[in-house]
């Protein structure tokens, strides 16, 4: 049986054998596997007639090239874009059908929800400044008929919805330039010519009352340097460049780029924390990632393995300022201006500070983030030889002229001390007494016996150290009622 076991072939046992067949463009793979009957026979040693084991094709296709890449994003961008549109018309046929019932409070939002879908049809600003001047929210109406006419500055709508809006809030001669410039390129539009002769009349009968000339409307003269007239009728009309339609351009994050989106491809989509959005330091290929402008400009300190934008210049449109020297050269000046005027920003900013900082240290609170320990805790108190246990020192006599209560006040402890806890006893303060004359020496025991009867008597009664009383005279004064004054 040890022979017979050890005869069989690989073939006979069902190991995995690969047969390769090549193709043009993939690789097909079969692997067959053994049955577990069989792996247990074959474990016995006994000799066991296979049949052939089943196989699975596994295909290995080749990777795609950079244009299939663009292709099939390219498909991917222009199915969203269809999508987004058939979108944006639903709200327009849904704001349509309530314009006709006059519901235009609740038309507008769909016609502004239409907009922001698919901003480059003029049609859809149209439809807001009409229903915006049916809602009587001119200034809104001329807002949005303007952003028509840069979409489109030869449609006679919008520019005559612009005047009637204009005319409303009474801007009269902008509204007569809308209207004229209608009639110069489609005569045949009755209501631009009816509204143009009355907001003609209009301005002729504004200037006077009667046979009396008004003075002139201050809003002429605000607003003299005004173009009024844009977009004018031989304007080209304004291109919306959108960098992306997708959700990776909108996918700000944190505002830091993703390393491995714009390398290798970001594997958290929009749960990824960090930025999948094109920034003023990079420009977006047509693969969605974000390629480095100062690699563009041959000035990246980085490289390519440290650098968190790509390298690469495979995808980027063949159209860009990176494909001309000239543009290239325009491209490097500016980044130089704006790196001065960061840097001249930066050093101003810098300077702002350490005068602010100054000026703090000055006033004795440095802010926290000076670097300074300790600076609005307040100083330590100073120590004195006195033990703590020591009792208080009896108070100087009062000098003559002084009142006893400041005397008293003095020898209170302050309020910041007692509230600091039993840790320290207060001390009083002692009163620095001036040397006497020798004629004041004398009379010092009256004066300490003068002192000692105040203060048993009135003591008691004398207000505190805040507790003014204002026109009150001394109470050893009588004043003398019968004095009258004459007026």
């Avoid at 069989?38 to 089943?54: F, K, N």
């Avoid at 009396?212 to 291109?239: I, K, M, N, R, S």
């Avoid at 995808?315 to 001249?344: C, D, F, T, Y």
């Amino acid at each position: 049986m040890a022979q017979e076991g050890s005869q069989i072939s690989n073939s006979e046992v069902g190991t995995v054998v690969p047969e390769v067949e090549a193709k043009s463009d993939a690789t097909s793979v079969v692997i067959g596997v053994a049955t577990p009957a069989e792996e247990s026979s074959v474990v016995a040693g006994e000799s066991v007639d296979t049949t052939p084991a089943a196989s699975i094709n596994v295909v290995v296709s080749k990777p795609k090239t950079t244009e299939e890449l663009i292709a099939a994003r390219a498909l991917k961008r222009a199915a969203r874009k269809t999508a987004i549109r058939e979108k944006a018309e639903g709200h327009k046929r849904a704001g349509d059908l309530l314009f006709e019932t006059h519901k235009y409070k609740a038309a507008y939002p769909h016609y502004l929800e239409a907009t922001q879908l698919w901003a480059s049809n003029p049609g859809y600003f149209i439809s807001l400044a009409v229903v915006y001047r049916k809602m009587q929210w001119y200034e809104e109406a001329a807002y949005a008929a303007t952003r028509a006419l840069t979409l489109d500055p030869k449609n006679s709508e919008a520019r005559y919805v612009r005047g009637v809006a204009r005319m409303e809030q009474r801007l009269l001669k902008p509204a007569r330039m809308d209207f004229e410039t209608v009639l110069a390129h489609d005569p045949m539009h009755f209501l631009a010519r009816a509204a143009l002769t009355e907001v003609t009349h209009f301005i002729e009968t504004s200037g006077h009352l009667g046979a009396h000339a008004l003075a002139a409307d201050p809003v002429e003269a605000l607003t003299e340097g005004v173009d009024f007239g844009f977009p004018h009728y031989d304007q080209d009309a304004l291109e919306i460049a959108s960098v992306s339609d997708s959700s990776d351009c909108a996918h700000v994050g944190n505002g830091v780029q993703c390393r491995f989106y714009n390398h290798e491809g970001c594997a958290r989509g929009n749960a990824c924390l960090f930025s999948h959005a094109p920034d003023e330091k990079s420009v977006r290929d047509d693969l969605g990632r974000n390629v480095c402008t100062y690699f563009l400009l041959d000035s990246c300190k980085f490289g390519a393995a440290k650098c968190i934008y790509s390298h690469s210049r495979e995808a980027l449109p063949k159209n860009g300022w990176w494909s001309s020297p000239e543009q290239i050269e325009k491209a490097k000046a500016m980044m130089a201006v704006a790196e001065q005027k960061n840097r001249e920003q930066r050093q101003l900013e810098s300077e702002r500070w350490k005068a602010y900082l100054k000026a703090m240290k000055a006033a004795g609170r440095p802010p926290k983030s000076a670097g300074i320990k300790n600076g609005n805790k307040r100083a330590p108190e100073k120590k004195t030889d006195a033990p703590e246990d020591a009792a208080p020192t009896e108070p100087e006599p009062a000098v003559e002229g002084q009142p006893a209560a400041a005397e008293a006040e003095a020898t209170k402890p302050s309020p910041k001390k007692k509230a600091e806890g039993a840790k320290r006893k207060p001390q009083p303060r002692k009163k620095k007494v001036t040397a006497k004359p020798a004629t004041e020496a004398a009379d010092a025991p009256a004066v300490k016996e003068e002192t000692a009867s105040v203060e048993k008597s009135d003591l008691a009664t004398t207000p505190g150290f805040t507790e003014y009383q204002l026109n009150v005279p001394p109470a050893d004064i009588n004043p003398d009622t019968s004095i009258t004054l004459a007026y």
